[in-house]
């Protein structure tokens, strides 16, 4: 049996979960809080308490029958929390997963005014979020040369889907839709996050690779706050300016990144159409699920 260890069982995370035990995998991995091990486990996912630091005992043994590690913890100030972990168990156990892929973000590049870039485009973050992630991605890539592991490094656009979706924000009154900016990104649907990191975890051989995750159609969020308004049959809300948006530091950031990201590395390496392959098939079957924007 193919078995799949994730540090961090998250919102995508627990995506790839689902789908790799679809595919008859078992898969084990970490929770910060430890009472969202309890729902996990009763789907057959074994998860465990992990804070950072040292790993526990359950956890190195789990990592060590892994064939795949998938790192979904984000990186802080101290760099990343998982790493270290990881290469002391691997410099004192000879065992080694197949491949191991990496969560990262599309804000390692930065800003490019709005141009279409690749995976070749120069890395150059201009939030904390990006350089965190860039670092994170070279302790990684770093680990991945020294014990000869394929490195796979996910950059994901905005994500969306079940649960966390404009649809949701509209119907609790939260969503902006913030103009004039000439602000455009990607965005990814968490199910086709799932595709294509299962795919790439299935590659026989072969190196590791840098991809982007995301979707065809990059775009402006008032567009498609108006959209998601359209399928609920209301209103958009009004529009405003970004100085009037009481966004935090962190919010307002993520407007200083504007660019369109090209995908066609992965669909190539994997052979994948996504599900969704703008928002607006995800956003229209999300509206049409039995409770609107929650599932699918």
């Known amino acids: 049996m193919t078995r799949l260890f994730i540090f961090g069982l998250g919102y995508s995370a627990t995506a790839i979960a689902n789908e790799?035990?679809?595919?008859?995998w078992a898969?084990?991995?970490?929770?910060?809080?430890?009472?969202?091990?309890?729902?996990l486990m009763n789907r057959g996912i074994e998860a465990a308490q992990f804070t950072g630091g040292d790993l526990p005992d359950v956890v190195t043994d789990r990592l060590r029958a892994a064939d795949h590690l998938l790192i979904s913890i984000p990186p802080g100030e101290a760099g990343d929390p998982v790493v270290g972990g990881v290469a002391r168990c691997f410099d004192?156990?000879?065992?080694?997963?197949?491949?191991?892929?990496?969560?990262?973000?599309?804000?390692?590049?930065?800003?490019?005014?709005?141009?279409?870039?690749?995976?070749?485009?120069?890395?150059?973050?201009?939030?904390?979020?990006?350089?965190?992630?860039?670092?994170?991605?070279?302790?990684?890539?770093?680990?991945?040369?020294?014990?000869?592991?394929?490195?796979?490094?996910?950059?994901?656009?905005?994500?969306y889907g079940p649960g966390r979706n404009t649809l949701l924000r509209l119907?609790?009154?939260?969503?902006?839709?913030?103009?004039?900016?000439?602000?455009?990104?990607?965005?990814?649907?968490?199910?086709?996050?799932?595709?294509?990191?299962?795919?790439?975890?299935?590659?026989?051989?072969?190196?590791?690779?840098?991809?982007?995750?995301?979707?065809?159609?990059?775009?402006?969020?008032?567009?498609?706050?108006?959209?998601?308004?359209?399928?609920?049959?209301?209103?958009?809300?009004p529009g405003i300016q970004l100085d009037d948006a009481g966004l935090s530091l962190l919010g307002r950031s993520f407007y200083e990144e504007n660019k369109r990201v090209s995908n066609s590395r992965v669909l190539a390496a994997t052979g994948l159409d996504l599900c969704y392959p703008t928002y607006r098939e995800g956003l229209t079957a999300l509206a049409a699920s039995p409770a609107p924007g929650s599932s699918e």
């Open 171 to 237: 119907k609790a009154g939260t969503a902006r839709r913030i103009t004039g900016t000439g602000h455009v990104f990607n965005r990814i649907h968490v199910t086709d996050i799932a595709r294509i990191a299962l795919a790439l975890m299935q590659r026989e051989g072969g190196e590791g690779g840098i991809f982007n995750v995301c979707d065809n159609e990059p775009l402006a969020q008032e567009a498609v706050v108006a959209f998601a308004a359209t399928l609920l049959g209301i209103d958009p809300p």
């Open 27 to 39: 898969v084990a991995g970490t929770v910060r809080e430890s009472d969202k091990a309890g729902p």
């Open 92 to 159: 004192e156990c000879r065992q080694r997963p197949k491949r191991i892929t990496y969560l990262s973000s599309l804000s390692v590049y930065g800003d490019f005014n709005g141009a279409w870039i690749d995976e070749d485009a120069k890395t150059r973050p201009n939030s904390k979020r990006g350089r965190e992630r860039l670092g994170a991605e070279k302790a990684w890539q770093d680990l991945g040369q020294r014990h000869s592991i394929p490195i796979d490094i996910l950059r994901l656009a905005g994500i």
């Open 20 to 24: 790799a035990q679809k595919l008859g």
